[in-house]
Nanobody, 116 residues
Framework: QVQLVESGGGLVQPGGSLRLSCAAS????????MGWYRQAPGKQRELVAR???????TYAGSVKGRFTISRDNAKNTVDLQMNSLKPEDTAVYYC??????????WGQGTQVTVSS
């Protein structure tokens, strides 16, 4: 029923920027938290950023100061502005959403590649 659709990934040079978006489609009244995990080949999945409907944010130490997460409660969407990208940011980024009375939902993933 409810699906998360991700967009905005791509290839950028070190120091460049990308903006990821995640939108919930289907019937939902309210989300509790949304954000992104990422996973690079051969490495563990790690939390990149998350935001609650109340606006509380959490960032991985490796991205703090470079990435900014924002949300639109009415539309159940989140954006991740990624600046000063580094090669170590290369990964598949997976959007997630938790909502009242629902299991955690996951997006399809979007590839971010930072390379010269």
């Amino acid at each position: 029923q409810v699906q998360l659709v991700e967009s905005g990934g791509g290839l950028v040079q070190p120091g460049g920027s990308l903006r990821l978006s995640c939108a919930a489609s289907g019937s939902i009244f309210r989300f509790n938290a949304m954000g992104w995990y990422r996973q690079a080949p051969g490495k563990q999945r790690e939390l990149v950023a998350r935001i609650t409907s109340g606006g509380t944010t959490t960032y991985a130490g490796s991205v703090k100061g470079r990435f900014t997460i924002s949300r639109d409660n009415a539309k159940n969407t989140v954006d991740l502005q990624m600046n000063s990208l580094k090669p170590e940011d290369t990964a598949v980024y997976y959007c997630f959403m938790s909502a009242q009375g629902m299991s955690v939902l996951w997006g399809q993933g979007t590839q971010v590649t930072v390379s010269s």
